[in-house]
């Protein structure tokens, strides 16, 4: 059988319970704090890229149309010279110093013919063109920024162009600024200053989604139409989601169109940047946790140690080890200060209780004769050596019924079990409480009278005799007894020699005519 020590306890349990959902309370509100504040941050940073895309698109927009209005400018002074060349070489130098916006001018006729140039370094002077971009301008004779495309002196490049009638209204060519996408321009230097060291970037497309300006310089002219920021912006929405890079890193990018061009500004930051800050805000929060949890732990545990002491003592009790008669007195001393100890103690008391009874009824039915409710031998046995070990001299009563047989052969057995019984009634109204009444079996008794002399027994058992005498028994009528008597230790030291002079004693008072009284002669 396993003790109770080997086995796990309510206390532990408790403690335990109380440990796993302090665990799962703690993980879920970190969890949920981590998701509230991970979507909070997330969602900012689309609102701010989203919010910077819109500007920068503002910018762009604001400076390409200032750009538009410089090369209008010079269209209107170049068509009143009717395309003077000395006009078109100062014009273009004019569009290429007096402002930053340009890396290049152009004036170039009807014909596609270059007229003027700045830088002359260009080259291309007296040149007919067949780029992309100026066959776009011949054809729409208005003002436009073209896609990129490759110009005639290799460049990457996308060209702002106006176009230049003369005072009759006739088409004469038309003037251009050129913004290269590859080298160092005005474009670079509106959104380059904007490139932030945590892997914040942003990045412009055209409406066919090809890279007009990225951080990494090699990637211009590539075409990132795989990217759904890229897929909206183009489609002229503004918004802001979460994406991957072609490197597979997330991003959480915000966009804007310029409408004046049909490109897209996308403004984005690493996923990872935007939530480092998260992790760090996590740990700060179990490090202040901790001792409040351990608080709490030992809070649960002084309260697990009170819940269980008193449910541990009932069990230990109950157990078993022990006389009923203590575990009663312990389970009674146990503090039940809740409900459902109480009524468990209660409920223990009462089954202890009725154990002791039971218990007290099955010794008392071991030692007494069913019959008469007399002691048989084995009780009276229990009582010779209680009063031996107490030192108290007692004297002893045989005693028998006499002519029983024939009371049993006239009557029937139920008669002379009920004339048995009526014997053993008068025995007790005629005894002390302290005298021990014994049925030795059959028709015959033993009362054992503690603390009386010889001559006090004698009496006793004649007035016994003479009572029994004059009560008859109906149907049975006058029922007699003879009596021996002894005394222990006067008679014999050893007490079961003074029974045996008892019965001896009683032999004799059948021997001289019975319905008497006759004691033992005194013997060693």
């Known amino acids: 059988m396993r003790t109770l020590s080997t086995r796990l306890n309510l206390g532990k349990l408790i403690l335990a319970l109380a440990l796993l959902s302090a665990i799962i309370a703690l993980a879920n509100t970190l969890l949920a704090s981590y998701r509230v504040q991970r979507d909070q941050l997330v969602g900012n940073t689309l609102e701010a890229n989203r919010v910077y895309a819109t500007k920068l698109a503002e910018t762009t927009q604001n400076f390409l149309l200032a ?233 649960t545990w002084w309260f697990a140690r009170r819940i269980s002491m008193p449910l541990w003592q009932l069990a230990r009790n109950v157990q078993g080890g022990e006389d009923t008669g203590n575990a009663i007195s312990h389970v009674s001393g146990i503090r039940a200060w809740y409900f459902e100890v109480a009524q468990l ?40 050596d209680a009063l031996q070990v107490q030192g108290i001299p007692f004297a002893i009563l045989a005693l028998d019924i006499d002519r029983f047989k024939s009371i049993n052969d006239s009557h029937g057995h139920d008669v002379g079990d009920a004339a048995i019984v009526h014997i053993a009634d008068q025995m007790r109204r005629y005894s002390r409480d302290s005298d021990i009444l014994c049925r030795a079996g059959g028709e015959e008794f033993l009362l054992l009278l503690p603390g009386i002399s010889t001559d006090s027994a004698r009496q006793a058992g004649e007035r016994l005799r003479q009572h029994i005498a004059d009560h008859p028994f109906e149907p049975v009528g006058t029922i007699t007894v003879s009596l021996g008597v002894a005394h222990f230790p006067s008679f014999h030291v050893d007490a079961e020699q003074a029974l045996r002079l008892a019965d001896k004693a009683l032999y004799m008072a059948k021997e001289q005519g019975r319905n008497r009284v006759v004691v033992y002669p005194y013997a060693d």
């Open 67 to 299: 750009a538009q209005q410089e090369l209008a400018y010079a269209a209107t002074r170049l068509g009143q010279s009717n395309l003077d060349p000395a006009q078109a070489q100062d014009e273009a130098s004019r569009l290429q110093l007096q402002t930053n916006s340009f890396n290049s001018s152009l004036v170039v006729d009807a014909d596609g013919l270059v007229i003027a140039t700045s830088p002359q370094t260009l080259q291309l002077q007296g040149e007919i063109l067949h780029s992309a971009g100026n066959n776009a301008a011949l054809a729409a004779r208005q003002p436009m920024i073209s896609d990129p495309y490759q110009s005639t002196t290799g460049k990457l490049l996308v060209s702002l162009s106006h176009p230049i009638f003369d005072r009759q209204g006739r088409y004469r060519g038309y003037v251009s600024g050129t913004l290269y996408l590859r080298q160092r321009s005005a474009l670079h230097t509106l959104l380059g200053k904007h490139y932030y060291r945590d892997g914040s970037y942003l990045y412009v497309v055209d409406r066919n989604g090809r890279l007009l300006y990225h951080a990494d310089g090699k990637r211009v002219g590539d075409y990132v139409v795989g990217n759904p920021a890229v897929k909206a912006v183009v489609r002229g929405e503004r918004g802001a989601q979460q994406v991957r890079n072609n490197l597979g890193v997330s991003m959480l990018a915000g966009y804007a169109p310029v409408p004046a061009t049909g490109w897209g500004i996308i403004a984005q930051r690493p996923t990872e940047a935007t939530l480092q800050p998260l992790s760090r805000l996590m740990t700060a929060v179990i490090w202040n946790a901790i001792p409040l949890g351990l608080l709490s732990l030992l809070v």
């Open 345 to 384: 103690k209660q409920a223990v008391l009462h089954s202890f209780n009725a154990l002791q009874d039971r218990i007290g009824t099955l010794s008392r039915a071991n030692r007494t004769d069913p019959l008469t409710g007399l002691l048989n031998r084995r009780g009276l046995q229990q009582a010779l």
